[in-house]
């Protein structure tokens, strides 16, 4: 239960939340200790408490919190369903409306429907970690529309439109993690129609024949990663030592090798802490002074 307010606040409100914030971001007390402490500090920490929300390993807040405190999440990631508890796969479209100002998504919860799909076109990404491959067979860039049958979405109504193209969810991304292994262009092409993308990503398993058409069609490009992923998934983001470095066919300064384990980095991404972009664009700026 929620305390009443003082009569008398001790300290100016603005001064009162900022100790509050300093305490919480020198980690040695948590948001959600705060929460009783009054009714303004509760609305204080709220932010806090779901400006990062991770769906992993069965840990994952009620859909109904969501619901109702949906709008403070900033980054969100969302990882196989088999292993979350409160949300269910059919919800997904649910939480995307209930976290309508996420600006990096993690989707990493197989494969995609287009009801599923549908629901992104609200959002307004910047950072998005999510199957290149799938997204890629669901657009086609002359008219947006559903291109080809998603071997697993043969159940989905043809008249379903994927309604992405042209909206803000194109204009806004800068960075993507393509999570996938990629074989061709033709299965990332999507790539090319992001306006705005400066950083990308693929596993290190993808053909590099990728590389050029990816550097030709998409010049705004500062940064591509090919990333080996840990078997580790709280290995934190380095360079990949020479000695283990893949015989790439162009050589391009903005081209880095990277291994990772991927829920660690992209936490440490969320919480502004060095993650593969910011590791990849180091290693580009000192090549760029030698």
Not at 41 to 70: A, D, F, N, T
Request: hydrophobic content about 40%; aromatic content about 6%.
């Amino acid at each position: 239960m929620i305390e009443r307010e003082s009569n008398t606040p001790l300290l100016p409100p603005e001064l009162e939340r900022e100790i509050f914030l300093s305490a919480v971001a020198s980690s040695k007390v948590t948001a959600s200790q705060l929460l009783l402490i009054a009714k303004r500090v509760y609305h204080w920490m709220l932010p806090i408490m779901y400006k990062v929300v991770i769906c992993y390993q069965g840990k994952c807040p009620p859909l109904e919190s969501l619901r109702r405190h949906g709008e403070h999440v900033r980054h969100l990631l969302l990882a196989p369903y088999d292993t979350v508890k409160h949300i269910q796969t059919a919800q997904l479209p649910d939480v995307l409306t209930f976290c309508p100002n996420v600006r990096n998504l993690a989707l990493w919860t197989g494969d995609y429907d287009l009801e599923q799909l549908n629901a992104l076109h609200r959002l307004q990404l910047t950072h998005l970690s999510a199957d290149i491959i799938q997204l890629s067979r669901y657009h086609n860039p002359e008219n947006g529309a559903a291109a080809g049958d998603n071997p697993t979405s043969k159940d989905i109504p043809r008249s379903m439109d994927l309604k992405i193209t042209g909206t803000r969810f194109f204009s806004s991304l800068t960075h993507v993690d393509t999570t996938a292994s990629v074989e061709n262009w033709k299965e990332c092409h999507i790539l090319s129609q992001l306006p705005n993308l400066t950083h990308v990503s693929f596993d290190s398993a993808s053909n590099p024949k990728i590389l050029e058409p990816l550097l030709t069609n998409c010049p705004k490009l500062l940064v591509v990663i090919l990333v080996q992923g840990n078997d580790d998934w709280d290995y934190h983001a380095e360079e990949v030592g020479e000695d283990e470095a893949s015989n790439l066919p162009v050589h391009d300064v903005r081209v880095v090798e990277l291994s990772c384990g991927f829920v660690v980095d992209w936490k440490a991404g969320a919480n502004g802490e060095m993650d593969i972009w910011r590791v990849g664009e180091e290693v580009v700026k000192r090549r760029m002074r030698n």
